[in-house]
């Protein structure tokens, strides 16, 4: 039934590629490439079916097999070759699940639970590899192996991590799915290069006013929309994403549409130095002030520990204002929005309170993008962006600032390390997406710790274990 | 004035498109109170599916005009069905019951896929195809004034598409699935209990709602001639609209949307600026959305307490 | 209507409230009031209005014809124009829901500081104090925890004030949800049917605490319930609706005796089961009309 429905689905597509011969479309064949994908996919059903009545271990046996020869048969197509890993491999870890699984005869409740744990003993060791990690973080310039790549993989780590932290205030802590992130972001962006070019404003000036500009189309786009319910909210904040993007592109006399502006200021060491190699008149080169040697690389780790300190900020600011009356509004809201308007809290100031706050700080990584990027277009600001934060804060755990680290990991490292796939990148992205969703609707990690105790402090795990009333 | 014609009948027509899409969105929203956000990505598949069947009909020494469009329009309907079932029984299905926001995450999750499924086996080029049916028929000729005409294929569309939603009215309103399906809008529960199979119901609503918008695909890659694997995301909010605009649940109501939609686009093309048009799309959903989220005849909604 | 205690400005006035959807008219034209230090106690059979009514009076809905006023400490608001979050902030009218509404995920403690949230709000000089650390907001909290526990005590959760607020049993949700409308620190308390799924323990447990509510903390009750044990023993004062019309008004001695409650409610020896086949009841209640 798999097989057959995976034939009919790929026949039209992936076996009749349109060609263009001499300028005229025509279709070429590729019937193998479906015969072989419609018996994959029978194969990994039969697989599992198997596995499912009680012959895990062979199957098991079978997958690998498999994995191991997909490395070495040849395959007409490169696709055809990730498709069998790919299917072996989740066969293999099915199977693998399923011998776990008869060990153990506890309800998927159960497991679900115990899955918590995890997440819960995780949240207990952040409070040690929290630190451990900053400190990782604060020294990873000065490591042996570091260089550059390493450094600009560190930037866009951050970069994300910093996105995700401020979007998880208005996905994670109140409840709201916002599509339109990456709005405030551009806004940032080109706040920062617009009044740096008009006016010449120096990064300094520039970082908080674009923030504070984010967090004005922020107040501006929210208030209208914020009466909405969960759904119809997320489609009109993609909407609004989209209307920005669109004059991005279409108002050339300020933004310069389709092609972007280019030239953006770097910035100083705090307005005191620069850090070019022969600095203008008058003023003084980073390298000369400290009495190094010259390197490009000052600025990179310049630029590393300023998103780290951005990043962190952001971070301080939520874990504190989670224990401040305006977050647990928030959490209060995304739990029943009904039972705080009869508690007297005004839902509208509170979420356009996060709403702004969450845009503010999209507005300064934006406005370290551009300054990084040196040249920024709409381009860079598409629906896609916003998704990607988006699928950060969720796979996750919503609300979880951790989830956050371990999700930017997975979704911008992982992608990153396997360069060699690149094409595939956006497709398992996606399909990884669903899978996460379909593993763990709540998240990886979505352990929720109260934010005051009536009783003495426990670790996370106890905590767990009786909050959910486990003996 | 002519002009104005003109644009009147360009907007029907691509009204009738969004309106088709957009009857796939209110099914669903009507039924499991969910934005399907990979339906523009199935219109976009069976856009692609129209182009490839068109050269593989051709291809088979097909050429009489009528039979080859009803041969792709059959294929096209069928693989993009199939496309529908398998999205919700894997993206979908499994997610029932769950947190409100997982099937919408999992949905975006499933459009980026497919998007890039597309692009990744069919190429990221613009697919151009040679026009299909290129009689037109002129309606106003006046010498040295605006020529008003309309295309045998844009009559096919509005043709084609009043007789789609008046089947479909029909099969709603008769048969033991429409019966089936207003059941589990009004509720799920009580409806399997009464022993309607509802993931039956729900999985054949997917079935139909993307065989309609394998329909439309037919209809934009011979109105437009051109076909790139991005169309579905722009569409899909496009039709979106039209089912809110027209009160999301309601068949006619998505109709009338997607006549107002492809009107307003139109119009705003014609005689604002092509560069806001998307623009424009927009602002009628968010203003829909705060003034009148029932929409035009939709069924009033009191906040539940 | 017209009570002895008229004289004085009573806490609730509802006059001439109707409320209609569409063409379905749920409240039809009710007038009653309700006294400071007293519990009103409104019944009648599923579908007369009541939950109606406490979604007008609560600013859920906006009443089509009518007047609510609350007055107390000298003010008075006109409830059927303010926004639902200021009714409960400033006229201090709190609720609990039919279908309890609790903010599951979060920590017993937790929802009874969020019900302190103006307050807190204030004090933490609208968060800017409050993120900086400023003793002004740790005091607040400091005296919001202490009320919050001294409401645990009372509905005998303190044991519970850590767990996950959802994971509660059903009884102590309802408690609990009780103990949050209390932290609210209202004059006015709406209870929308409290002692529902509870068990004869529970009830009359129930019956305590809300006369301790009113005896100590002096403040008015409005209650709907469907439990006559618990409306009998406490109210002092009752309001029967039927199809959205006030039928009886006065005190329990008085109403249990009122022919048109016996005719319409509480003469069958079922009422009390009456809770949950709502048309099937409303056939019964036709036929005997008509006899």
């Known amino acids: 039934m798999a097989g057959l429905v995976a034939l009919l689905l790929t026949l039209p597509l992936v076996g009749l590629r349109t060609v263009e011969v001499q300028s005229r479309l025509t279709i070429e064949p590729h019937l193998a490439e479906v015969a072989m994908t419609a018996f994959l996919v029978f194969l990994g059903r039969l697989g599992l079916t198997v596995a499912a009545s009680g012959l895990p271990g062979p199957v098991l046996l079978a997958a690998l097999a498999t994995l191991g020869a997909g490395w070495f048969l040849p395959f007409p197509t490169e696709a055809l070759r990730v498709l069998a890993l790919a299917g072996a491999a989740v066969v293999a870890i099915r199977t693998l699940w399923a011998l776990y699984r008869r060990q153990d005869p506890r309800s998927q409740q159960e497991r679900d639970r115990s899955l918590d744990l995890w997440g819960a003993r995780l949240q207990d060791a952040t409070r040690l590899i929290g630190p451990v990690a900053v400190a990782l973080a604060l020294a990873l310039p000065f490591l042996p192996f570091t260089d550059r790549a390493v450094l600009d993989l560190g930037i866009l780590l951050l970069t994300y991590i910093m996105l995700g932290w401020g979007l998880n205030i208005v996905v994670g802590l109140a409840g709201l799915l916002d599509l339109g992130y990456v709005a405030f972001y551009a806004v940032g962006a080109y706040s920062y290069a617009l009044l740096a070019q008009t006016f010449g404003f120096s990064f300094w000036l520039c970082l908080p006013l674009a923030g504070l500009l984010a967090s004005l189309a ?36 300020l933004t310069g549409g389709p092609n972007g502006i280019a030239g953006i200021p770097r910035p100083s060491f705090f307005g005191i130095a620069d850090f070019t190699a022969t600095p203008a008149s008058g003023q003084v080169a980073f390298h000369q002030m400290f009495g190094l040697q010259y390197s490009p690389l000052h600025r990179i780790i310049f630029l590393y520990y300023l998103i780290l300190a951005l990043a962190l900020l952001v971070n301080l600011f939520t874990m504190r204002i989670r224990r401040l009356p305006l977050g647990r509004a928030w959490e209060a809201l995304r739990e029943d929005d009904i039972a705080c308007t009869a508690l007297g809290i005004n839902r509208t100031t509170i979420k356009l309170a996060a709403f702004a706050i969450a845009a503010m700080f999209g507005g300064i990584a934006g406005s370290f993008f551009a300054t990084r990027q040196g040249f920024i277009s709409p381009e860079s600001f598409s629906f896609i962006e916003s998704a990607i934060i988006l699928a950060i804060v969720v796979l996750g755990g919503m609300g979880s600032q951790i989830g956050v680290v371990i999700a930017t990991l997975l979704v911008i490292g992982l992608p990153e390390v396997f360069r060699d796939l690149a094409q595939y990148r956006m497709l398992s992205f996606g399909a990884g997406m669903v899978l996460i969703m379909l593993w763990r609707p709540r998240g990886l990690l979505s352990h929720r710790e109260p934010t005051i105790l009536l009783h003495p402090r426990k670790s996370a795990t106890q905590q767990h274990a009786e909050a959910v009333g486990a003996p | 004035m002519d002009y104005f014609l003109q644009q009147l009948i360009n907007g029907v027509t691509l009204g009738a498109i969004y309106g088709l ?26 856009a692609f599916i129209a182009v490839i069947s068109f050269l593989a009909v051709g291809l088979l020494g097909i050429t009489w005009v009528p039979l080859a469009v009803v041969l792709v329009l059959i294929l096209t309907m069928l693989f993009t069905a199939v496309y529908g079932w398998t999205v919700e029984r894997l993206a979908y299905r499994p997610l029932r019951g769950s947190v409100r926001l997982a099937p919408l995450i999992s949905a975006i999750g499933m459009s980026i896929f497919l998007q890039n499924y597309v692009q990744l086996v069919q190429g990221a080029r613009v697919k151009p195809l040679p026009p299909v049916m290129s009689d037109v028929i002129v309606l106003a000729d006046q010498a040295g004034g605006f020529r008003v005409s309309v295309s045998a294929l844009q009559l096919l569309i509005l043709a084609l598409t009043v007789a789609l939603m008046i089947g479909f009215t029909q099969v709603i309103a008769r048969t033991s699935l429409g019966r089936a399906q207003r059941a589990c809008e009004q509720d799920m529960k009580m409806a399997s209990l009464l022993g309607i199979d509802v993931d039956r119901t729900i999985s054949l609503t997917f079935v139909m709602g993307a065989a309609l918008a394998g329909v439309a695909g037919v209809m934009v890659t011979m109105y437009y001639g051109v076909v790139d694997f991005y169309i579905g995301f722009l569409a899909g909010i496009k039709a979106f609209t039209a089912a809110v605009l027209g009160g999301i649940g309601s068949l006619p109501g998505a109709m009338l949307g997607g006549l107002l939609i492809g009107l307003i686009e139109a119009f705003w093309s014609a005689y604002f600026s092509v560069e806001y048009k998307d623009v424009a799309t927009f602002v009628i959903l968010v203003l829909v959305l705060i003034f009148r989220p029932t929409g035009l005849l939709g069924r009033p909604d009191l906040e539940k307490v | 209507m017209t009570s002895p205690q008229d004289f004085a400005e009573p806490l609730l006035r509802v006059e001439h409230l109707s409320m209609r959807f569409g063409g379905l008219v749920a409240i039809n034209d009710v007038s009653f009031s309700a006294q400071d230090c007293a519990i009103t106690a409104i019944i009648g059979p599923n579908g007369a209005g009541k939950t109606t009514l406490f979604n007008c009076l609560t600013g859920f809905y906006t009443p089509s014809v009518g007047r609510l006023t609350v007055s107390h400490s000298g003010h008075r608001w006109l409830l059927e124009r303010m926004e639902a979050h200021r009714i409960a902030g400033t006229a201090r009218v709190a609720r609990t829901f039919q279908n309890i509404r609790l903010f599951g995920g979060m920590s017993v403690l937790e929802n009874l500081i969020v019900a302190q949230h103006t307050k807190l709000m204030r004090a933490s000089g609208f968060t800017l104090a409050g993120l900086l650390g400023l003793p002004v907001y740790r005091q607040a909290e400091r005296a919001a925890v202490e009320r919050a526990r001294y409401w645990l005590d009372r509905v005998g959760l303190v044991e519970m004030a850590d767990r996950q607020a959802g994971t509660l049993p059903y009884g102590a949700q309802r408690r609990l949800e009780i103990a949050r409308a209390m932290c609210s620190e209202p004059r006015l308390l709406c209870l929308d049917e409290p002692a529902a799924g509870l068990n004869p323990r529970e009830s009359a447990d129930l019956s305590v605490l809300l006369t301790f509510i009113r005896d100590h903390h002096r403040i008015g009750v409005l209650l709907i319930e469907h439990d006559m044990s618990v409306v009998m023993a406490i109210s002092d004062h009752l309001v029967v609706l039927d199809y959205g019309r006030k039928i009886s008004d006065g005190p329990p001695a008085v109403v249990r005796h009122d022919p048109a409650v016996i005719r319409a409610y509480l003469g069958e020896d079922e009422s009390e089961s009456e809770d949950d086949a709502n048309g099937e009841d409303r056939n019964r209640r036709e036929g005997q009309g008509s006899c």
Request: charge should be negative.
């Open chain 1, 218 to 253: 922020g107040l501006t786009l929210g208030f209208p929309v914020l009466r909405l319910r969960g759904d119809y909210f997320a489609i009109v904040t993609l909407g609004f994403g989209e209307i920005v993007r669109i004059i991005l592109l279409n108002w050339g006399d």
């Open chain 2, 21 to 46: 899409v957009a009857i796939g969105y209110t099914m669903v929203y009507g039924i499991i109170g969910m934005i399907n956000f990979a339906h523009g990505e199935i219109y976009m598949i069976g």
